[in-house]
């Protein structure tokens, strides 16, 4: 009768590790999925706000001054709102980036009308 229990409690306390790897599976493809997508949209918006701030530059005066202005201006206005990731040198970055893949311009605004409305891509 002792066995006929112990198989009973093995039976009905199952180890589960086929249920475990079904989960753990789901959830590392979904954090896969959300860093990618995180990644995307990041590289879009840094894509993006390079253009702006080379068509700021291009329709402003064409002084180095001017354009030292208006990046240290906006710098601070974003680190003021967003804490990190915006100096100056970042700035430059995101449109040396922009000069570099401007080729890509039309899969960049078709990703980016799907990505962000037209009010936040502002032209």
Known sequence: MSKKKGKKQELSQPTGDGLFQRVAAILD??????????????VLA??????????????????AEYGKQVLED????????????FS???????????IAFQFI????MNLASVKFSTRQVGK
């Open 105 to 108: 311009t039309r899969q960049v």
């Open 46 to 63: 840094y894509w993006l706000i390079g253009r702006e701030i080379v068509q700021e530059l291009q329709g402003g005066e064409q002084r």
């Open 74 to 85: 906006l710098s601070a206005r974003l680190t003021e709102r967003y804490q990190r990731g």
């Open 29 to 42: 493809q979904a954090r896969g999925n959300v860093a990618r997508s995180v990644n995307t949209n990041m």
């Open 88 to 98: 100056v040198t970042n700035l430059r970055y995101f449109r040396l980036f922009l």
